[in-house]
């Protein structure tokens, strides 16, 4: 059974930092691209980040650019999203999710649970 | 950067059909995928592809896309289809950047 689940959310203040990790079992992890997607209170689906399979494609969406970093570790099937200068309009449930890629990254088959992130003084 | 429309909201009574709309510029030409969330809830994926459904997903469930319009139907509509519906593409290959659609609040009256 596909399980991927989130950990490192929590409260933290306006330019601070933090990072959030996603654990993968009951899939080759190595051999799918995966992906952040964010939920902020209320509101719809954004896509934040992107990582190949080798991590050799990574993109971002503009709003993060600069401040957040994505990362894998294939031999520990992990996913990581180191989040800096963090704003207020950070704050969302944050979700890790496994993309289907045949030539080019299609839909996320799986997703995680989905953990929050509140950026507040 | 590529935008999707949907419109905010729809209600359907029990046992009728839910179309939900999906625009974007030529978005023919791309894949469309779509999801449900129901509150408190992951998203699930309930149509790839345009037209495919994932296991698990009920026939009522059915996509297409042509032109400048995708579409999500829902036949014989269940107090259980209530959610929200999201179509997703990706708008580049070699810089991958992937556009959700604002959403559309499906309500079973």
């Known amino acids: 059974e596909v399980q991927l689940v989130e950990s490192g959310g929590g409260l933290v203040q306006p330019g601070g930092s933090l990072r959030l990790s996603c654990a993968a079992s009951g899939f080759t992890f190595s051999s799918y691209s995966m992906n952040w997607v964010r939920q902020a209170p209320g509101k719809g689906l954004e896509w934040v980040s992107y990582?190949?399979?080798?991590?050799?494609?990574?993109s971002y969406t503009d709003s993060v650019k600069g401040r957040f970093t994505i990362s894998r570790d294939n031999a520990k099937k992990s996913l990581d999203l180191q989040m800096n200068s963090l704003r207020d309009e950070d704050t969302a449930v944050y979700y890790c999710?496994?993309?289907?890629?045949?030539?080019?990254?299609?839909?996320?088959?799986?997703w995680g649970q989905g953990i929050l992130v509140t950026v507040s003084s | 950067s590529y935008v999707l429309t949907q419109p905010p909201s729809l209600s359907v009574a029990p046992g009728k059909t839910a179309i939900i709309a999906c625009g974007g510029n030529n978005i023919g030409g791309k894949s469309v995928h779509w999801y449900q969330q129901r509150p408190g809830q992951a998203p699930v994926l309930v149509i790839y592809?345009?037209?495919d459904r994932p296991s698990g997903i009920p026939e009522r469930f059915s996509g297409s896309n042509s032109g400048n319009t995708a579409t999500l139907t829902i036949s014989r509509v269940e107090a259980g289809d209530e959610a929200d519906y999201y179509c997703?593409?990706?708008?580049?290959?070699?810089?991958?950047?992937?556009?959700f659609g604002p959403g559309t609040q499906v309500t079973v009256l």
């Open positions: 592809s345009d037209t």
């Open positions: 997703q593409v990706w708008n580049s290959r070699s810089d991958p950047s992937c556009v």
């Open positions: 990582i190949s399979s080798s991590s050799f494609t990574i």
């Open positions: 999710a496994r993309v289907f890629f045949s030539g080019a990254p299609l839909y996320f088959d799986y």
